[in-house]
């Protein structure tokens, strides 16, 4: 393609944005709205599941290890442990620090002062990283040898794993319907676009232009307006979501269980869903949306 | 050149608008094809243009043969044919200029072929001090000179115009019959569908008279032969 034609082609795209100012306002803030809204219900998810993870995380198992084994060969077995795939850390903890942690839950120390540590084993703590392979990960650390027996909390595992399950279904099928509606909105209104576009298109057609050639300019014009609106919704989301954390962070009454993780970890993920709806919503809603209109 | 031999055109819906159309238009010929509503006429328009493939018999214009052309090439097929409507079909955020300009960008020109083509066919049409106006600024003769202009800049072999007097007074009628006949007196194949039988009479040309998805006459004894039928 001659650049001069390819410029052409560019500058038409551009301008047709312009020329067709309340259209393009409209496309524009469709895309806004729909991909805010996927936006904030998905960091909402995000931040619900790291905050289940780690209420999760908080939920330990013990492995006891066989009294007869002396402190070098305890110690020994943590290697083992941490080489159980679902084990993200483990920590060796010795009698006398079992024994002091024991003592120090009760009021009155005094009562315990003739207790040897002795009569506690080693023992490992270990923090999972699923719970829902509770069972499976429990079996693993009673067959390592040196460990006589492990403690795990099964009721409290399943509830989180349910909560879990629940917001991943949930999550992901609110999400699936919200870009659903949100692509069905914006192609309708690029459709609605076109339309008014269709008597300049009859016309191309007439005078023998190629339907690449009538194609490129709605496709540069839908780029830029996805782009445009996923740059707009990305920097609302941003702010808003900044705003909306701080506040709740600011409450006395959340602060202490409400974590939520700063924008800039989500920027990733973010940009390239906004990145790529954008794209997806003005190329290919332009794409087929011109398509019944070439038909001449 | 066009060439319809033994053309049949049936819609879906069961209707045939051509029973068995034969007619030839040679290069440089100026023609008028004439006859009522239905007849049959803007199928043959269609058909020249490519927006209808025949349902049986063959349609030659300038080189294409129609019942087998690839949509591909379609566009060259129109860039040999400039058509003329008589609702004008211009672009109104356009000017005058840009609206003839379009249709050479539409085929790729460049930008200096550009500035020597339009103000040449702009003159031609009497538009040459109306560049940079809009469509809605200008008169219903001067559209149609305009959208005349449009049809020739990327000079066709072929010009077909579709009631082009249709929205004009009798004066601006005479006026783009009359620039229609330069148009064919510099080479450029002329092919006028029209009601207006004053017109007709007066530039005593070849008439190809339709009915019912006939030819009923054609010949040079103007709208009279038709009217006898």
Same mark, same amino acid.
Request: charged share 20%.
């Given at each position: 393609?001659?650049?001069?034609?390819?410029?052409?082609?560019?500058?038409?795209?551009?301008?047709?944005?312009?020329?067709?100012?309340?259209?393009?306002?409209?496309?524009?803030?469709?895309?806004?709205?729909?991909?805010?809204?996927?936006?904030?219900?998905?960091?909402?998810?995000? /931040?619900?599941?790291?905050?289940?993870?780690?209420?999760?995380?908080?939920?330990?198992?013990?492995?006891?290890? *066989?009294? /007869?084994? #002396?402190?070098?060969?305890?110690?020994?077995?943590?290697?083992?442990?941490?080489?159980?795939?679902?084990?993200?850390?483990?920590?060796?903890?010795?009698?006398? @620090?079992?024994?002091?942690?024991?003592?120090?839950?009760? *009021?009155? $120390? @005094?009562?315990?002062?003739?207790?040897? $540590?002795?009569?506690?084993?080693?023992?490992?703590?270990?923090?999972?990283?699923?719970?829902?392979?509770?069972? @499976?990960?429990? *079996?693993?650390?009673?067959?390592?040898?040196?460990?006589? #027996?492990?403690?795990?909390?099964?009721?409290?595992?399943?509830?989180?794993?349910?909560?879990?399950?629940?917001?991943?279904?949930?999550?992901?099928?609110?999400?699936?319907?919200?870009?659903?509606?949100?692509?069905?909105?914006?192609?309708?209104?690029?459709?609605?676009?076109?339309?008014?576009?269709?008597?300049?298109?009859?016309?191309?057609?007439?005078?023998?232009?190629?339907?690449?050639?009538?194609?490129?300019?709605?496709?540069?014009?839908?780029?830029?307006?996805?782009?445009?609106?996923?740059?707009?919704?990305?920097?609302?989301?941003?702010?808003?979501? *900044?705003?909306?954390?701080?506040?709740?962070?600011?409450?006395?009454?959340?602060? /202490?269980?409400?974590?939520?993780? $700063?924008?800039?970890?989500?920027?990733?993920?973010?940009?390239?869903?906004?990145?790529?709806?954008?794209?997806?919503?003005?190329?290919?809603?332009?794409?087929?949306?011109?398509?019944?209109?070439?038909?001449? | 050149?066009?060439?319809?031999?033994?053309?049949?055109?049936?819609?879906?819906?069961?209707?045939?608008?051509?029973?068995?159309?034969?007619?030839?238009?040679?290069?440089?010929?100026?023609?008028?094809?004439? +006859?009522?509503? +239905?007849?049959?006429?803007?199928?043959?328009?269609?058909?020249?243009?490519? !927006?209808?493939?025949?349902?049986? +018999?063959?349609?030659?214009?300038?080189?294409?043969?129609?019942?087998?052309?690839?949509?591909?090439?379609?566009?060259?097929?129109?860039?040999?044919?400039?058509?003329?409507? %008589?609702?004008?079909?211009?672009?109104?955020?356009?000017?005058?200029?840009?609206?003839?300009?379009?249709?050479?960008?539409?085929?790729?020109?460049?930008?200096?072929?550009?500035?020597?083509?339009?103000?040449?066919?702009?003159?031609?049409?009497?538009?040459?001090?109306? &560049?940079?106006?809009?469509?809605?600024?200008?008169?219903? &003769?001067? %559209? =149609?000179?305009?959208?005349?202009?449009?049809?020739?800049?990327?000079?066709?072999?072929?010009?077909?115009?579709?009631?082009?007097?249709?929205?004009?007074?009798?004066?601006?009628?005479?006026?783009?019959?009359?620039?229609? =006949?330069?148009?064919?007196?510099?080479?450029?194949?002329?092919?006028?569908?029209?009601? %207006?039988?004053?017109?007709?009479?007066?530039?005593?040309?070849?008439?190809?008279?339709?009915?019912?998805?006939?030819?009923?006459?054609?010949?040079?004894? +103007?709208?009279?032969?038709? !009217?006898?039928?």
């Amino acid at each position: 393609m001659k650049f001069n034609k390819f410029s052409y082609l560019m500058k038409e795209g551009i301008r047709g944005i312009f020329l067709h100012g309340f259209m393009s306002f409209a496309a524009v803030c469709v895309t806004v709205a729909c991909l805010l809204i996927v936006g904030l219900f998905s960091s909402l998810v995000y /931040n619900l599941n790291i905050m289940v993870d780690d209420l999760n995380k908080t939920n330990e198992v013990i492995a006891y290890v *066989d009294e /007869n084994l #002396d402190d070098a060969e305890a110690k020994s077995i943590g290697s083992n442990i941490n080489h159980i795939e679902n084990v993200q850390e483990s920590t060796f903890i010795h009698r006398k @620090e079992a024994l002091e942690q024991f003592v120090a839950t009760y *009021d009155n $120390p @005094e009562y315990f002062s003739g207790l040897s $540590p002795d009569t506690l084993e080693h023992r490992y703590s270990i923090i999972l990283m699923d719970n829902r392979k509770l069972t @499976e990960t429990v *079996d693993a650390l009673r067959a390592i040898p040196g460990i006589s #027996d492990v403690e795990a909390a099964n009721e409290l595992a399943e509830g989180f794993t349910t909560v879990q399950d629940v917001l991943e279904i949930v999550s992901v099928l609110v999400i699936a319907i919200l870009l659903v509606v949100s692509l069905l909105i914006i192609s309708n209104t690029v459709k609605l676009a076109m339309y008014d576009r269709r008597d300049e298109i009859a016309i191309m057609k007439m005078v023998g232009a190629t339907n690449g050639f009538i194609r490129l300019p709605f496709i540069v014009e839908g780029f830029t307006l996805g782009m445009l609106g996923a740059g707009i919704a990305f920097g609302i989301e941003w702010a808003l979501y *900044d705003g909306l954390v701080g506040r709740i962070e600011q409450m006395e009454m959340a602060k /202490n269980f409400l974590k939520f993780v $700063p924008f800039t970890e989500l920027l990733g993920p973010m940009v390239a869903t906004f990145v790529g709806a954008g794209l997806f919503v003005g190329v290919v809603g332009s794409w087929t949306s011109i398509r019944k209109f070439l038909n001449v | 050149m066009i060439e319809f031999t033994d053309v049949v055109k049936s819609y879906s819906v069961g209707t045939q608008a051509l029973k068995g159309v034969s007619l030839q238009i040679e290069d440089g010929e100026f023609a008028y094809l004439v +006859g009522p509503s +239905g007849s049959g006429k803007s199928t043959i328009i269609k058909l020249i243009t490519g !927006e209808l493939k025949p349902t049986s +018999g063959t349609v030659h214009v300038n080189g294409y043969s129609l019942e087998r052309i690839r949509k591909r090439e379609i566009p060259f097929l129109r860039r040999t044919v400039g058509v003329v409507f %008589q609702d004008f079909r211009l672009i109104d955020t356009k000017t005058v200029y840009e609206n003839v300009a379009f249709a050479m960008r539409v085929i790729g020109a460049g930008n200096r072929e550009i500035r020597e083509r339009v103000p040449y066919v702009l003159e031609l049409v009497g538009l040459e001090n109306k &560049g940079h106006r809009h469509p809605t600024e200008l008169s219903g &003769g001067e %559209q =149609q000179r305009l959208a005349i202009a449009r049809a020739l800049v990327n000079n066709p072999s072929t010009i077909i115009a579709d009631e082009p007097t249709g929205n004009l007074d009798p004066a601006r009628s005479w006026e783009i019959m009359s620039l229609l =006949q330069e148009i064919n007196n510099l080479g450029t194949t002329t092919l006028v569908v029209t009601h %207006q039988m004053d017109l007709v009479e007066k530039f005593h040309k070849r008439v190809i008279a339709i009915n019912d998805g006939l030819v009923v006459s054609d010949g040079m004894d +103007g709208y009279k032969a038709y !009217e006898i039928q």
